[in-house]
């Protein structure tokens, strides 16, 4: 699916911040947190087919990109260009976007930065208005064009490198810049006296570590008393590293990938573990609590954005139903997020006059100070910069984190999918 057109109708201190960031770049997290993997979508119960009329839109197609990893062997992501096509049939067959067809050409960057910046190149010669809903793993080489070009990183659900953070032409949406600090935070909640950290053994490990920390830290909890342990990638004997996570520990949070929980429950389970287990959404997913349901009874999911069963995607639904969505985790960041950033597109386009393009729909974007996502996530305001951690990121406007529980082996809403805003942890 290389670039193949969907044709269905204070300066040290923020160095060293953005440092920080920039390690999440090869973060283990993001290897699997956007659940490219196969995963049970039995929630998507809705009928077989519609019964709307369909209204054809007319006039220009209003062009977008989405760009993702597909074909690579570090990561792929099947499910955020699917969620954009499903999203283009079922918009353009509801009259399109303001009256005009939607027209999503998908980029396959492959999680190379050179391949990125020939998407982002592709893009500015196909008069692009955005990239919508998007994931990779470096942006370092793209966004230099976007920016040259005016056109708008949107709606991303899981930024990853320092620039994103940053720049005027970033609209973050999702909000997975707060899960790992929120699992720490989440642990002592819940009573947790001696919980665990466990992470991937890489750049980012201390970054995640730290996050954790800051969570412990905002709930007056010791951060002495937690153990932190690395779990190297691609071992698949995780036995010495499960016994150090459950020698006398009550909890563990795992800011991991789905394979690297898939590698540590069977030793968890054969060192006798029963610590309550924490994750975060397309990572400890639903792939994972099926295939352990007693390891992972009683676990709780940090998500970016609302559980799939919410009122709030119930187009989503229907639509993966109607259209024939093939068998992808669509309850994770990938799917949700990529349907949340086209409905957000949607709503900013429908609001504009005049001429729309880059240039144009990144002007609206930026003034845009009340954006109702419906649910998807909380209300955004992309008119104010965040002035936590010393500016450091300032395009960072969602930092509201929704929890599920694990029952029986199934992801289900905790307290029926109540927001909680973590910025106060930051001090602003």
């Known amino acids: 699916m290389n670039s193949e057109k969907v044709s269905i109708v204070a300066k040290g201190r923020r160095r060293k911040i953005k440092a920080l960031i920039g390690f999440a770049v090869a973060g283990s997290m993001f290897l699997a947190a956007c659940g490219g993997s196969s995963s049970s979508t039995d929630e998507t119960d809705a009928p077989a087919e519609s019964t709307e009329e369909v209204v054809q839109p007319t006039g220009e197609p209003l062009k977008v990109m989405v760009l993702t990893p597909i074909n690579s062997p570090i990561s792929s992501y099947p499910n955020i260009a699917k969620a954009a096509e499903i999203y283009q049939q079922w918009v353009n067959d509801r009259g399109g976007i303001a009256g005009r067809p939607l027209e999503v050409t998908i980029c396959d960057d492959k999680a190379d930065p050179n391949e990125s910046a020939a998407c982002g190149r592709k893009a500015v010669a196909n008069k692009d208005i955005a990239i919508v809903g998007s994931f990779t793993l470096d942006v370092s080489s793209l966004m230099p064009i976007l920016e040259a070009n005016s056109i708008p990183w949107f709606g991303a659900c899981c930024p990853v ?26 642990m002592i909640e819940d009573g947790c006296e001696k919980p665990a950290v466990i992470v991937g053994d890489l750049a980012s490990a201390d970054y995640y570590i730290g996050q954790a920390k800051l969570g412990f830290k905002s709930m007056g909890f010791d951060e002495k008393k937690a153990v932190y342990i690395k779990v190297p990638l691609g071992a698949s004997d995780l036995t ?21 929980w898939l590698a540590f429950l069977p030793a968890f389970n054969s060192v006798g573990g029963t610590q309550r287990l924490y994750g975060a959404q397309g990572n400890l997913n639903g792939k994972v609590a099926e295939a352990f349901p007693k390891e992972t009874e009683n676990g709780i999911v940090i998500n970016s954005y609302p559980n799939l069963v919410s ?50 729909f990144a002007a609206a974007a930026a003034a845009t100070s009340n954006l109702k996502m419906d649910g998807m996530t909380i209300d955004l305001d992309f008119t104010t910069p965040w002035a936590a951690m010393d500016s450091a990121v300032p395009r960072i406007v969602n930092r509201t984190v929704y929890y599920d529980i694990i029952r029986d082996g199934k992801l289900t809403p905790e307290d029926n999918n109540t927001a909680h805003d973590m910025t106060s942890v930051y001090g602003k």
Not at 245 to 259: E, L, N, S, V
């Open 311 to 360: 009122p709030a995607w119930d187009d989503y639904r229907k639509a993966l139903v109607q259209y024939k969505a093939p068998d992808l985790d669509w309850n994770s960041l990938a799917g949700l997020g990529t349907w949340a950033a086209f409905h957000a597109f949607n709503k900013i386009v429908t609001g504009m006059t005049g001429e729309i393009n880059s240039k144009t």
């Open 161 to 186: 490198s320092a620039t994103e953070f940053s720049s005027p032409m970033s609209f973050v949406m999702g909000s997975v810049f707060s899960l790992f600090m929120t699992g720490g935070k989440k």
């Open 240 to 260: 010495a590293q499960a016994a150090q996570a459950t020698k006398g520990t009550d909890c563990i949070f795992g800011p991991i990938g789905d394979i690297q």
